[in-house]
Structures are given as C-alpha cells and as structure tokens.
C-alpha cells in the first residue's frame, strides 16, 4: 500500500484501513482511495503544500532504498494479493491497459493487483499518481537478479582444473571381482585399514561387532559391506563404492558381488570400471568349484572383458591356507592363463599377486614371509594397481551420465548418482533427460560427499536436479547436453557371442538385457548371421536356430521402454542358463 499511495496517506489511516478489511489488500486500498476522493476537494490547497514536501522526502526514500537493495541481494520471495500468491523473483513486466497505456507492477504486488490499481486513476489526485510513477521508474531502474543462461557461463580448462583437483594424480575407477567366498571384501577392506582410510577406532568396533555375530573373520569385509543384511549373510549384495590413493592414481574403488544371484549388480559395477582385480580362492577345491562350469570366476572374467576391462590383476587370495606353496600358485595361474587369454586378455595386461587378505601379506607391502619370498619377487598388490594406465577421458564430447540411482534428498529437486561418461557438468548448466525427453537445472554436484561447482568425465558423481519431476526419471536413464541430445530406439542390431548355451535360440527367444544399471527385457527378432570367432567373416547367413556356442548377429527387439543408444555400447544379454555378451 505504501508503494501505491506513496507518502500521500498517513500510516495511521493505512493501519486503520487494513484492520478494517480483515487484511485484505485490495479492500483496504479501495477503502482509503475512497476515503481520499471524499476528502480532496476539502484539502487542495493544503495538498498542494504537503506534497511539495513528501516529494522531497519521498526522493531521498527512495535513493536510500535502491541503496539498500544494492547491498542486500534480492531473494526468491512469496507475496499475498487478494486473489492470487505469485512466487519466485521479481522481473518487472509491462501490462497493456485498456487505453492503450503502459503500466509497469510495483515491487511485491502480483498483476491482478497492478490492474486493480491502474483501474482507478480518477480516485488518485494527479500529484499522487505522479509520486507511484515516479516510484515505478526509480524501482525500475534497480537491478534485478536473473538466471544466467548456459552460453554466459564461464568456460574452464577441464584437464587443468583436473589435475589441480587431483594433485597431479590420474583418475582410474577399479572394481573387485571373483567367485562367492573368494574374499574380496575382506581383501579390499585390510587394504583399505593398512592405507589408513579405517581408522582403528572403526576398526576395533568392526572386530567386536562382528565377533558377537559368530564371524569374527568377517570384520574387514564390514569395511565395504554396509547394510545389515550383507552383514548377516555374510554375502556382498550391492556394489560398495569408496575411494583410497596411490603414489600416483587418484582410485575410485567399488567392490562388486560375487553371487550369481546378484550378477546385474556386478554388471552395474563392471560397466564403470576401467581395470579390475579377479579374485580366486586359492585352497583345494575352492579354486575349482570357482572356474569350472557353474562357477562366476569364468562369467565375471568374461563380463569385465566384454565391458571393456584390458587391464587385469588375478589377486590369488587365501594362499596362506596352503603354506604359500609355489606349486598351487602355478597351477591356478596357467589355468587362468589359457582362459583369460581365450577371453580376449593379452598376457602382458595380466598381473598374478599372490596375497592373504584375512593376514594382509602382499597387500601394501611386499611379503616379509620366508615361503613367499624365497620364490615370488614381484608387487605387491597396491603396487600392482599403482601401475595400472588409466583410459583417455572423453573430455570433449558432448555430457553423458548413466543414472545409476535416483532419491530424494532434503530441500527441493532430488538427486541421481552414477558415472559421467563423457564431457563435464558446472552447476546451474541445463540438462535433458533421455528417453523421457525432460530438462532441468543441476543445482549442485557432489563428488564422494563433497559439495564441487564442476565434475568431469571419470568422475561418480551425486547431481541435484530441479525443473523436473522425480516420477518422470528412471534408473538407466541418460542426462545429455541439449543441445547434443542423444538418440534412443527400440529395435537394434547386436553382435553376440554365446556360451554355456542349454536352450536353442530361435527367432522371438526371450531375453534380458543388461547394461551399467538398465536391466530390459527384450526379443530376439532375427538370427541375421553366423561368424566366424576369430576372423568375424560371415560363415552362415539366416540361421533357423542355434544351439552351439560362437559368434551370430542378432535383430533385438526391446519389449517395454525405449533405450539410449549409447547403452548399446558394450550391452550384456543374459538367459537362463545362457549368457550372451555383444563386443561390437
């Protein structure tokens, strides 16, 4: 009202009028403006007085105010009209009015209220309707905060700003892998403790806590595995995800189940990862039941290899059960050899480390043990993963991030995590969400749950998202850049390789498809070709069915949702019985 009336109507009478209406805005204004009218003819001269010296006053109001609103930054505000709440910032507007005039919404006041004003001009004395406009345009002339668009925004040296981040260390993401009872956690959670990343406090009550459980060995696998129920089990159901440093890489570490109940979240783990280490049980029996048919030392060999893995570390764990003999060492190694390279593995990407993870021999350390050392003179593990050459980064592609999860945090907008495969992302930068075909605005990015303005390729990242509803957005969806937005489809043609077939695959076979996070079901449409494994050469072109192992191309058919193309990478098919990788 005072930003109306200006300094025309003394406060009293404003107060008097608004507790009269009950606090409604616009029957208050109506009642003084009525008020006023009565009066005017009364007090003319003595206006003409009065004003002179409200103007006057009102002008240096006005200049300390706009003073004020220099210093003190304008915030997303809510004001109450009569009829409407209008939120957000305050952007000045032009409103047409029926004579053909302009009129411009004073500060606070929604466009209902600003018609309501322009609409009684003859109740307003002329010098009272020059002070609102002179108060209209000085409030104008105000500077008023509006988001910066993407193309403003500061461009930065991401390969320099990596390194500084980084400390000249190279960003490489490893995952653990091997067979059920190997040990992987218990390994990765002493290295873990032997690094310092555990500190014996955590460690201590991991040690008792476990111990009341009846497993007590289980006390450094609880480093990684978290949950009650991973915990109880005994068995790692989930990918656990942390971080630890080397002399020269900078390590994101995820520890990925080892049962063949929870292969997809081995996938989702794998998917991510630019080296691994295969973990085998070296005590008699264990190793074998591990390789051999039905074990997943064989499948996660073959999976890592099929999503890109080159560079491998076979961790031969538990060889203390077996007095670090040479003899056990070799035999585990040249079976593994033959496979791995059948797999697709060269010889000199592959690393062997004997290691005891319950004992933390050879973990960060060489071994002290004199059965060790008098016949292995290599790394240790750390040592191992120290000289792993980490991938080219796609820096300069277009933004790519796979959502691996989706919750809802505190405050407004809610939040994805997962691994960004290509470009970088500042905050406030604008993103499309595909195949749901949805924008929104990152508000913030948090990299190992610390707050960070930007994220690169490489990097496993938390985005908090606003301008979008949370149901619209699933796991396996992909956030792109805009204006480089990718492509999605239903149907695609694959190049698979086959193995452990039990079940002839014929045209219209049920399959599921697996990448990263998306698990899809989906049908084989047609057998296109038999090739040849070693040449690719076409050996056989519309075979009816196939039930032998090798290379075929298929025409898949999606039976739900559309998928992003680039999922269509490195994508894993799995059957019952049958699993079925595409390597082109």
Known sequence: MREVLAESVPEQTMVQAVLDSKFDVQKALDLVLSQGSKQHVKTKNEDAVIVGKKTKGKTRDSQSARMESEIVPKITKMTVSGKKQSMGFE??????EENGHANTPQKGLSAEDAS????????????TLSQVMQV??????VPTPVRKSGKTKPQIDVKAELEKRQGGKQLLNLVVIGHVDAGKSTLMGHLLYLLGNVNKRTMHKY????????KASFAYAWVL??????RERGVTMDVGMTKFETKTKAITLMDAPGHKDFIPNMITG???????ILVVDASRGEFEAGFETGGQTREHGLLVRSLGVTQLAVAVNKMDQVNWQQERFQEITSKLGQFLKQAGFKESDVAYIPTSGLGGENLVTRGQISDLTHWYKGKCLLEQIDSFKPPQRSMDKPFRLCVADVFKDQGSGFCVTGKIEAGYIQVGERLLAMPPNETCTAKGITLHDEPVDWAAAGDHVTLTLTGMDIIKINVGCVYCDPKEPIKV??????????????VPITKGFPVLLHYQTVSEPATIRRLLSVLHKSTGEVTKSRPKLKNDSGVRTFTVQLKCSQMPKLLFKNPVTSVEGTSAINWG
């Open 225 to 230: 595995d978290e949950t009650g129920e991973e």
């Open 270 to 276: 794998a998917a991510q990862a630019d080296v691994a």
């Open 116 to 127: 309501v004003t322009s609409g009684v001009p003859e109740a307003v004395s002329k010098s």
């Open 489 to 502: 489809c239903t149907r695609f043609r694959a190049r698979v390789l086959i193995f452990n077939i039990e």
């Open 207 to 214: 040690e008792q806590e476990s111990k009341k459980a009846g």
């Open 91 to 96: 952007v000045p507007c032009v409103i047409a």
């Open 136 to 141: 209209s345009e000085e409030q104008n002339t």
